[in-house]
């Protein structure tokens, strides 16, 4: 053989670094880079793998999570979280029942303990209750024991106040971990996200900047996320987007959506074990 009985590098081996690079080695071969360098590579991609199922309320990176509908048709869908609301709840129920629009409800257990009346309107009207924990707790550092009990309690208090049996979650500003989900098919859940909000819950937002926001965000297939509460205040001012409410309708309405329950985007009803 040439070159003193050596044999040429095998072809992609070679390497095309200058010459005295850090993975280049006598005799033209690449070596893969070293572990000091791989693991932590692969370290940041599990953090960020990890980072993105926790804090993006639709990735299904912890199981299966409905965050719009069907994209061809202008259907639309009204949710509200955080309540029930003395000074809210109330109005907005008026409002979808003079517009005849459903909506659906993610309520905290503790408020409708404080608000029963309210919680029981909200079901009388007919418009869906789903889950929101207990105490609107965020949910993804919290272990099973935990998170079982925000979402078993709450479905028992839902069921003893109204009569309904909730059957969809959303977990609190849509933090969740692999725990969640386990805790929610339990129950028979599908877990909702959302396709956008528009920060009703600030307090410097007007009930015009509300309105303005879900106009201009709205399209087809679109699950809007507005607040009835505050998760962490029972009495917190929510009437900025009550007072909002009929202008998003008849905004909506005007560009030809429909706003549909949305139980219709459950893609199937397990039974609780």
């Known amino acids: 053989m040439k070159n003193g009985g050596s044999n040429p590098p095998a072809p992609g081996n070679r390497c095309v670094e200058p010459p005295g690079g850090a993975n280049c080695r006598p005799g033209g071969f690449v070596f893969p880079p070293p ?3 791989i693991l932590p590579l692969a370290a940041a991609g599990a953090v960020g793998a990890w980072a993105y199922g926790t804090y993006e309320p639709n990735s299904p990176l912890f199981g299966p999570v409905v965050g719009h509908g069907r994209r061809d048709s202008r ?3 009204l949710t509200f979280d955080d309540g029930p609301n003395p000074g809210a709840t109330d109005r907005i129920l008026e409002t979808l029942a003079t517009a005849s629009v459903p909506a659906a409800f993610f309520v905290v257990g ?6 029963p009346d309210i ?3 909200v079901a009388n009207a007919g ?3 789903g889950n929101h924990t207990l105490r609107h707790r965020k949910l993804h550092f919290r272990g099973p024991r935990r998170i079982r009990e925000e979402l078993e309690r709450t479905h028992e208090i839902i069921r003893a106040t109204t009569g309904c049996t909730a059957k969809s979650f959303r977990a609190p500003h849509g933090y969740r971990n692999p725990f969640v989900t386990i805790g929610a098919r339990r129950l028979g859940y599908t877990v909702f996200g959302w ?4 920060w009703d819950s600030d307090p410097g937002v007007s009930a015009e900047d509300i309105r303005r926001r879900v106009r201009r ?3 087809p ?3 809007v996320l507005l607040h009835d509460g505050d998760g962490y205040d029972p009495e917190g001012d929510r009437r900025r987007t009550a007072a909002a409410l009929p202008g998003i309708i008849a905004d909506a309405q005007a560009a030809g959506y429909t706003f549909r329950p949305l139980a219709e985007l459950v893609p199937f009803q397990p039974r609780r074990s």
Do not use: S
Not at 110 to 115: A, D
Not at 195 to 198: D, E, I, L, Q, Y
């Open 35 to 37: 572990m000091d360098v």
């Open 75 to 77: 259907l639309a869908y």
């Open 110 to 115: 503790e408020h409708v303990r404080r608000f």
């Open 119 to 121: 919680a029981r309107r």
């Open 127 to 129: 418009h869906e209750i």
């Open 195 to 198: 396709t956008f909000g528009v």
């Open 217 to 219: 965000k709205l399209r």
């Open 221 to 223: 297939g679109a699950i």
